[in-house]
C-alpha cells in the first residue's frame, strides 16, 4: 500500500513539473527528460554558488571516470587541475558575485582533470540562473581530445537507451520499494525529484546552447529558447515545419553527402540523410557545421546529434546540441595568420642575410684592396693609379649607402611609418640633379637622355619619394643595359597627372617574371650573375603607392625595359 502511495506522489511530481514547462514543450514527458540530462552526448554540470556539485549527468560521469552519483556534493575544482585550482576558486567567486553567460571556449583552451590524474581538454559553455534565492551554475564541457588529434575516431556515443532506461527503472523500483518502508525517506525523495525537475527546466530553458529534439525523418519536435534566440525562428515556426537540415548550407550538406556516398557506397541525399548516415558509417558525432539564421547571417557553431530510442529499442527521434563557436574560429583565422606572417617573416630574415653577406662584402673587399694599394703608390708619378683608387674607394662605399638606404626605406614602409610629404617643386630641376648623382654610375660611353614635356615643370608630390624612384629605376636601367647605350628619361606634366618614364635598351625582363617585380628580394632569372639586392623594384611600387602612383612595366627580352608611373599631380 506504501508503494501505491509514493508512485502517485512521484507521479504528481512529474506531472506539476511538466505543467511549468513553456509550449510546446509540455508535452515531453518525464522520461524524454531524463533522456535529455543522462543521455545528451555533452557533459552537463549544475553547481551552487559555493561550487559544490549538486547534479551531473552520465556523459560528464563517464567523461572524467567518475562512478554514477560519485560527482555530487564534491567542489567543483576536483575537475581541474591542481595548478589552476587556487585561480578558478577566484574565478567561480567573480563568477557567483556577477554572474553572465560565457560562449563556448572564447578563444581558450582549457583543461580537464579525470579521476585517475590525467587532462585532457574541455570547451566549456557557462549560464546561470535562480530558484528561489539560491544560485546554480549550468555547465556544458565538451571533450575536445579529438578534434585535437585531427579528428581520429572516438569512441561512439551510440549506448542502448532502452537498456539505460530499464536500468534506471530497475533502479528507481528499488527505491520505491525501499521507500515503501521509510515514509519519510520517501517525502525526502519526492522533494529532490521536484528539485531535479526544476533544474532539468532550468537547462533546457537557461542552456547558452542551441538544444533541439526532431523525429526519425529530422523534422523538429522541440525548440529551446537559446535555439530561438541564435537562429531567429519562434518555438512555432520551427516545431513541425522546419527540418534539422534547414539551419544548414546547402553546400556543404552537398560535400558531407557526396564523401559519405563514396564511403558507404550507398546514395546519400544532400538533406537529414547526412547526419543520419554520419552516425551508421561512425563518424564523430561532433562536427563544425555553418548555421544559417532566420535574417540568412551565418555562424560556425560545434554540432552533436545523437539517437533517441524507444522502449524496443527501435529509433525514435534526434537529440542535437549545437554551441556557437564563432569567436574560436576567429580566433583560430588570426593565429594561423600571425603564423604564416611569422613564416613570412623568417624566409624574408634568411633571404636577408643571404643577400646581404654577398653584396655586403664585393664593395667592402673592394675598399680593403684599394685602401692596400694605395698604400703602395707613394710617389708623385704614381698619382694617376692612386687616383683609380681612390675612384674604386668612393665608388664602393657609394655603392654600400645606397644597398643601406635601400634596407632603411623597407623598414620604414614595413613599419607603416612613412607617409608622402607634399611639397610644390621644380620636377626639371630635381631631375636634372639625381642625373648627376647618378653620373659616376654610368658605364663606358652610357648616356642619359633627359626630355620634360608641359609647358610647366611645377609638381604637388613627396620630393624625397620621387628621387629614390628616379635613384633606382635609373640604377637598374644602367646596371642591366650595355656600354654606350641610351636611357630615356621623360618627364611629363598637365592637367591632374605628372607622367614619369625609364627607358633602356638592356636585357629585359622574362615573361614569368614580370608579375613578381615588386616583391621584396626577388630578382629576375636572367640576372643572377649581376649585383643587387632584389629591393629597388619593391621600393620603386611602395612609394607610388603611397603617392597614389601607377606602376606600369613594357619590356621585351633581350631588347630593353621601360617603367611608366602616373602620378596624380593636384599642385
Given at each position: ?148 588529434e585531427t579528428e581520429q575516431a572516438i569512441i561512439q556515443l551510440n549506448t542502448h537507451l532502452e537498456e539505460k532506461v530499464k536500468e534506471g527503472s530497475q533502479s528507481l523500483a528499488i527505491t520505491v520499494e525501499q521507500l515503501g518502508n521509510q515514509i519519510k525517506e520517501t517525502e525526502r525523495k519526492d522533494a529532490e525529484l521536484e528539485r531535479v525537475n526544476t533544474f532539468l527546466n532550468n537547462i533546457w530553458n ?35 515545419k522546419l527540418n534539422v537540415a534547414d539551419f544548414h548550407l546547402k553546400e556543404e550538406l552537398a560535400q558531407k553527402a557526396e564523401e559519405f556516398t563514396a564511403i558507404s557506397g550507398k546514395a546519400v541525399a544532400p538533406g ?300
Amino acid at each position: 500500500m506504501a508503494a501505491k502511495h509514493t508512485d502517485k506522489k512521484i507521479t504528481s511530481s512529474l506531472e506539476d513539473f511538466t505543467l511549468h514547462l513553456s509550449m510546446p514543450f509540455t508535452t515531453l514527458d518525464n522520461d524524454t527528460f531524463h533522456a535529455l540530462f543522462n543521455y545528451a552526448s555533452i557533459g552537463i554540470l549544475i553547481t551552487n554558488a559555493s561550487g559544490d556539485i549538486q547534479m551531473a549527468n552520465k556523459h560528464i560521469e563517464q567523461q572524467f571516470g567518475y562512478e554514477e552519483g560519485g560527482l555530487i556534493g564534491k567542489k567543483v575544482e576536483v575537475l581541474i587541475p591542481k595548478r589552476y585550482e587556487t585561480k578558478h576558486v577566484k574565478h567561480r567567486e567573480n563568477f557567483s558575485g556577477n554572474p553572465h553567460s560565457r560562449p563556448m571556449g572564447l578563444g581558450m583552451e582549457l583543461s580537464g582533470l579525470r579521476k585517475n590524474g590525467t587532462e585532457f581538454p574541455v570547451e566549456v559553455s557557462l549560464g546561470h540562473y535562480k530558484i528561489g534565492e539560491d544560485s546554480y551554475s549550468l555547465a556544458f564541457i565538451n571533450d575536445i581530445t579529438q578534434r585535437k588529434e585531427t579528428e581520429q575516431a572516438i569512441i561512439q556515443l551510440n549506448t542502448h537507451l532502452e537498456e539505460k532506461v530499464k536500468e534506471g527503472s530497475q533502479s528507481l523500483a528499488i527505491t520505491v520499494e525501499q521507500l515503501g518502508n521509510q515514509i519519510k525517506e520517501t517525502e525526502r525523495k519526492d522533494a529532490e525529484l521536484e528539485r531535479v525537475n526544476t533544474f532539468l527546466n532550468n537547462i533546457w530553458n537557461h542552456a547558452g546552447a542551441i538544444i533541439f529534439v526532431s523525429d526519425k525523418e529530422g523534422v523538429l519536435q522541440f525548440f529551446n529558447p537559446a535555439a530561438e534566440k541564435w537562429l531567429g525562428y519562434s518555438a512555432s515556426e520551427a516545431i513541425g515545419k522546419l527540418n534539422v537540415a534547414d539551419f544548414h548550407l546547402k553546400e556543404e550538406l552537398a560535400q558531407k553527402a557526396e564523401e559519405f556516398t563514396a564511403i558507404s557506397g550507398k546514395a546519400v541525399a544532400p538533406g537529414f540523410d547526412v547526419f543520419i548516415t554520419a552516425m551508421t558509417i561512425g563518424r564523430d558525432n561532433n562536427q563544425e557545421w555553418h548555421y544559417i539564421r532566420k535574417d540568412g547571417s551565418v555562424f560556425f557553431v560545434s554540432l552533436n546529434i545523437t539517437q533517441l530510442k524507444d522502449a524496443q529499442n527501435n529509433v525514435s527521434g534526434f537529440l542535437g546540441i549545437a554551441i556557437d563557436i564563432s569567436e574560436k574560429k576567429k580566433a583560430e583565422t588570426e593565429l594561423r595568420a600571425a603564423f604564416e606572417k611569422e613564416k613570412e617573416l623568417n624566409e624574408l630574415k634568411s633571404r636577408f642575410v643571404s643577400m646581404a653577406s654577398h653584396e655586403f662584402r664585393t664593395p667592402l673587399s673592394a675598399v680593403l684592396s684599394s685602401a692596400y694599394l694605395l698604400s703602395r703608390y707613394m710617389k708623385s708619378e704614381e698619382q694617376p693609379q692612386r687616383e683609380k683608387h681612390i675612384q674604386r674607394i668612393v665608388s664602393s662605399v657609394t655603392s654600400l649607402t645606397e644597398i643601406l638606404n635601400d634596407f632603411l626605406s623597407v623598414g620604414k614602409i614595413e613599419e607603416g611609418n612613412i607617409h608622402p610629404n607634399y611639397q610644390q617643386y621644380d620636377i626639371k630641376e630635381q631631375i636634372d640633379e639625381v642625373i648627376q648623382e647618378v653620373h659616376h654610375l654610368l658605364k663606358k660611353e652610357q648616356t642619359i637622355n633627359y626630355t620634360h614635356i608641359g609647358a610647366e615643370a611645377a609638381v604637388m608630390l613627396d620630393p624625397s619619394m620621387i628621387k629614390h624612384i628616379v635613384i633606382n629605376l635609373l640604377s637598374n636601367a644602367i646596371k642591366f643595359s650595355g656600354e654606350g647605350s641610351v636611357i630615356d628619361l621623360v618627364t611629363e606634366t598637365n592637367t591632374g597627372r605628372m607622367v614619369l618614364s625609364v627607358a633602356d635598351h638592356g636585357i629585359g625582363i622574362p615573361d614569368e617574371d614580370k608579375d613578381s617585380l615588386s616583391k621584396r628580394f626577388f630578382r629576375s632569372s636572367n640576372v643572377t650573375n649581376i649585383q643587387g639586392t632584389g629591393l629597388g623594384l619593391h621600393i620603386v611600387s611602395k612609394y607610388a603607392e603611397l603617392m597614389n602612383g601607377k606602376v606600369v612595366c613594357e619590356s621585351k627580352l633581350g631588347e630593353g625595359t621601360k617603367f611608366t608611373i602616373t602620378f596624380p599631380n593636384n599642385k
